[in-house]
């Protein structure tokens, strides 16, 4: 689920301004962020930071 190599803030950008300009999204609700929850809740009680390689 973590990604293999770390996100520019053009990319982020991008991506928002593409959500915004898009006429389908209309009345969605998107949760943006790093997704260290979903990793935290699949780590089974173990340190997800250790399971993430180089990321940290």
């Known amino acids: 689920m973590l990604p293999r190599r770390m996100t520019n803030?053009?990319?982020?950008?991008?991506?928002?301004?593409?959500?915004?300009?898009?006429?389908?999204?209309?009345?969605?609700?998107?949760k943006v962020d790093a997704g260290w929850r979903n990793a935290t809740s699949w780590a089974c009680g173990r340190d997800p930071r250790k399971l993430s390689g180089p990321i940290e």
């Open 9 to 30: 803030a053009s990319e982020i950008g991008a991506a928002i301004i593409f959500l915004i300009e898009t006429s389908m999204m209309n009345a969605f609700h998107l």
